[in-house]
T-cell receptor, first 117, second 111 residues
Framework: NAGVTQTPKFQVLKTGQSMTLQCAQD?????MSWYRQDPGMGLRLIHYSVGAGITDQGEVPNGYNVSRSTTEDFPLRLLSAAPSQTSVYFCASSYARSGGGAYNEQFFGPGTRLTVL | QKEVEQDPGPLSVPEGAIVSLNCTYS??????FMWYRQYSRKGPELLMY????GNKEDGRFTAQVDKSSKYISLFIRDSQPSDSATYLCAMSYSSASKIIFGSGTRLSIRP
């Protein structure tokens, strides 16, 4: 298993450009999430999906779009890049368990380092 | 006020020392408490989790949850240079809900 893969690893954009960050997982996980990580801010949830065709907003969704047409893929789209979106972006996936004390571990990808000039 | 507070460090200790990492939280509805470890330029990986209150031990690592004080801790015994990383606490309401992360504590173990 490749686990969670993300492309590209690095990207530099100019203000106003658009781009899509790719995320794929081969573990048949229902849940997929996008986070951004900034110094001193930890991981903040951008968008998440509980299954194909279902997405919802997280803590910091503005400026980002997502869709989930398949279980495996969960791309993140930046519509018009801004310097405030300079960050490291992580995609994660997990099973959806029913509780009883068992925790659904989130598996993270290696991240995409994005710089917006 | 953030839901989860964590001292960012950095924390530097000599090899072999006992390390204590802590987080506080404000929402008493959290039921799952996790510690993730993140090496430089890598994605976080789950180190340990605890359901509700109590202690959990795994080798040199011990996780503690005190729900009455809204306080969680991670202890690392006989610390090694390979433990040098950023440690993020995280919490969720259920096993299948969103996770709230702390800001992370950067730890360095000096040989």
């Amino acid at each position: 298993n490749a686990g969670v893969t993300q492309t590209p690893k690095f990207q530099v954009l100019k203000t106003g450009q658009s781009m899509t960050l790719q995320c794929a997982q081969d573990m048949n996980h229902e849940y997929m999430s996008w986070y951004r990580q900034d110094p001193g801010m930890g991981l903040r949830l951008i968008h998440y999906s509980v299954g194909a065709g279902i997405t919802d907003q997280g803590e910091v969704p503005n400026g980002y779009n997502v869709s989930r047409s398949t279980t495996e893929d969960f791309p993140l789209r930046l519509l018009s890049a801004a310097p405030s979106q300079t960050s490291v972006y992580f995609c994660a996936s997990s099973y959806a368990r029913s509780g009883g004390g068992a925790y659904n571990e989130q598996f993270f990808g290696p991240g995409t380092r994005l710089t917006v000039l | 006020q953030k839901e989860v507070e964590q001292d960012p460090g950095p924390l530097s200790v000599p090899e072999g020392a006992i390390v204590s990492l802590n987080c506080t939280y404000s929402n008493s509805a959290f039921q799952y408490f996790m510690w993730y470890r993140q090496y430089s330029r890598k994605g976080p990986e789950l180190l340990m989790y605890t359901y509700s209150s109590g202690n959990k031990e795994d080798g040199r690592f011990t996780a503690q949850v005190d729900k009455s004080s809204k306080y969680i801790s991670l202890f690392i015994r006989d610390s090694q240079p390979s433990d040098s990383a950023t440690y993020l606490c995280a919490m969720s309401y259920s096993s299948a809900s969103k996770i709230i992360f702390g800001s992370g504590t950067r730890l360095s173990i000096r040989p």
